[in-house]
């Protein structure tokens, strides 16, 4: 029974396998022993602070308790991969810039006209977000010019050479949207960038819900033509607030690291470093209940679904010309510009 499990999973498509044909449980369980030696935390968190550290030992409490077999191992795959295989690239995790005023002037015009022109179609129904399905606008010729033009955004920030995967949009969310806590694809969505381009003159703010690399969680209000830096496997974000408007649209612009990233079959490294004992039952719960939604976490009996949306370190945009804000507040002079190895910037 125990060997069969995480196959069983697989098939049901409860879990992520790929290919979803031939990982026994106790195959995975061996290699985890070669690998780790029964210990657990199976390796150093990183980063190695007690922040850090102190968010991702909850959570782990937290998906011990869940009764769902296939949440609970999605719970287990999306946060050991966070807490202790992706490296991360920056001192915090992400960081608040303004985008180039032209650019931004593109998309809302591509958004705006768009809408007029009745071009917008209903997105396909995507796991993480709850509520009525997105309105979509196909622009393929200004979402590649967002992916070439803010590679240098990017590398910048990161300082490090990116391979552009995707620019994804335009998006835009419905009134009554959540979009749940979540990371990003392990293999494509490495750093990353949020581009809030514009929404309806009715909207209200929509912080969006992130989580640093010291684990504090911030609530930040992006404004019109800025750009949230994030590394996006790596920390936990979300608008598990529900927005109240007509239509709230962004671009979401991923790259990954050229150099020995692609080499690597991420999710299966995460497979590995899935605790033996991951599906022991606990029959005394303690923790806030914690619920996966598609690739995504709730907590459904705390406000928003989510409690730390009540103890926040609260900011917000419009970013500034020519500097990037960390989030600590500390102003970086930004100059974007192509990176590559040996340079210094």
């Known amino acids: 029974m125990v060997r069969l499990l995480l196959l069983a999973l697989c098939l049901l498509g409860a879990v992520q396998l790929a290919p979803c044909s031939a990982m026994y449980e106790v195959d995975r369980v061996a290699e985890y022993d070669r690998r780790y030696p029964r210990e657990w935390p199976p390796k150093d968190y990183i980063p190695n602070n007690e922040g850090w550290r102190s968010v991702h030992e909850h959570r782990f409490k937290q998906i011990r308790e869940m009764d769902n077999h296939g949440e609970k ?31 931004t002037q593109a998309l809302q015009e591509g958004i705006r006209g768009g809408l007029e022109r009745g071009e917008a179609r209903l997105e396909y129904q995507v796991d993480v977000i709850e509520g009525p399905r997105c309105l979509f606008i196909d622009r393929p010729d200004l979402t590649k010019r967002v992916l070439t033009e803010l590679q240098t955004y990017t590398e910048a920030w990161a300082q490090m050479e990116l391979t552009p995967h995707i620019a994804y949009g335009f998006r835009l969310y419905q009134n009554n949207s959540v979009l749940n806590m979540h990371v990003d694809k392990k293999q494509t969505h490495i750093v990353s960038m949020i581009f809030h381009i514009d929404s309806s003159d009715d909207a209200e703010d929509w912080p969006i819900y992130i989580e640093d690399l010291l684990g ?62 991951w599906n022991d039952k606990v029959e005394e719960k303690k923790e806030t209940p914690l619920k996966m939604i598609g690739t995504s976490f709730k907590e459904p009996t705390c406000p928003n679904g989510w409690c730390a949306t009540q103890d926040t370190v609260k900011w917000s945009g419009p970013g500034e010309e020519g500097v990037w804000i960390d989030p600590m507040m500390v102003r970086h002079p930004f100059e974007p510009k192509r990176f590559s190895a040996g340079d210094e910037l």
């Open 216 to 277: 504090r969680t911030h609530e930040v209000v992006l404004k019109p033509g800025d750009i949230l830096f994030y590394e996006s496997s790596k920390c936990l974000h979300g608008r598990p607030k529900m927005f109240n408007g007509s239509w709230y649209s962004s671009i979401f612009i991923h790259y990954y690291p050229t150099h020995g990233w692609q080499q690597t079959d991420h999710q299966q490294r995460a497979h590995y470093i899935v605790p033996p004992g």
């Open 73 to 103: 191992y999605e719970g287990w795959m999306q946060s050991v991969f966070a807490a202790f295989l992706v490296q991360n690239f920056t001192e915090y995790g992400f960081g608040l810039v303004r985008a180039p005023e032209e650019l």
